[in-house]
């Protein structure tokens, strides 16, 4: 893997907040003008009006009612935006309807966002956690690293990240996901912690199960930039999801880093990430932050 420069940073210049305005969801954006606020970026705030909330008017109020609730959701981004932008931080509220999954993507390619941020619950909406739902389908087709805000999250948007958790299945994405890591752990000077989860019916001892991801994962460690903490690694047996959640909760982690498959891989069960996604987000009590097969961190 290519050694990263020691100064390299991600360069997060546009960053992406998406809401439903439900409560629980909105946590997240705390995170999001965090982030702005430390890279000097720029934050768009995005709600999508849902189809349902004009399709069944009478063709005459059709528009009419679109337009009522693009004025409503307009006041209601704007008080969201605003005590940020007294503050000094550039905002933007930006408006969709129909497919909101569609239109947050559209959004990011859009205004070039370095990173989504969304925040989920039980409920429906953007905080449906079932597969296919629209929090799902941003993780796994947008064109840049998603920060997704769970249910079950207790950390603070206004501590640093101090113990970041790198997960990772060994897939083409591993240097890409540790690449993120690594820079976080040294811009926060976090402690980082690498784990990999040996599933499924083990064909070697115990012991060789977990020595040989565990030198995989050294490997994937660059030697530059210098960390103020030495990278640890763990190897966990069992379940993907519970071994990561058991390892976010031993190191008390602020933040978790993790692999998104594309779509196919996604959607299937039997795949690692694809099935224990969805899990993670809604059980960890901390961020988790997905990089996709082509996320390559920006440079400042």
Request: hydrophobic share 45%; with cysteine.
């Amino acid at each position: 893997m290519k050694a990263l420069g020691t100064q390299t940073k991600i360069a997060l210049k546009n960053i992406l907040f998406a809401t439903d305005f439900e409560a629980r969801a909105d946590r997240a954006l705390p995170f999001a003008a965090t982030l702005a606020t430390r890279y000097g970026a720029k934050l768009f705030a995005a709600h999508v009006i849902p189809q349902e909330a004009y399709a069944f008017a009478h063709p005459d109020s059709a528009e009419r009612t679109l337009r009522e609730a693009q004025d409503h959701a307009g006041c209601k981004l704007e008080q969201m935006i605003s005590p940020l932008q007294r503050q000094g931080l550039p905002c933007q509220a930006l408006l969709g309807d129909g497919g909101a999954a569609e239109a947050i993507i559209g959004f990011a390619h859009t205004y070039a966002a370095d990173l989504i941020v969304v925040g989920t619950s039980s409920r429906s909406g953007l905080g449906k956690l079932a597969l296919g739902s629209v929090a799902e389908e941003i993780i796994r087709e947008a064109p840049c690293p998603v920060l997704t805000v769970g249910p079950r999250v207790v950390s603070e948007a206004s501590e640093a990240f101090r113990s970041i958790l790198c997960a990772t299945d060994f897939s083409t994405a591993s240097s890409r996901v540790v690449d993120f890591a690594v820079f976080l752990a040294h811009e926060f000077r976090a402690h980082l912690t690498l784990t990999h989860v040996v599933s499924g019916m083990l064909r070697e001892s115990p012991r060789l199960a977990i020595e040989v991801p565990e030198q995989g994962l050294r490997a994937l460690i660059p030697p530059e930039p210098k960390l103020d903490h030495e990278p640890q690694v763990v190897v966990e047996i069992g379940p993907v999801a519970e071994g990561i959640l058991s390892v976010a909760t031993d190191m008390a982690a602020d933040l978790i880093v993790m692999g998104a498959r594309e779509v196919g891989a996604f959607a299937q069960t039997a795949s690692h990430f694809g099935s224990t996604a969805h899990e993670i987000i809604s059980l960890a009590t901390c961020p988790v932050l997905t990089v996709g097969e082509t996320h390559e961190p920006q440079n400042d």
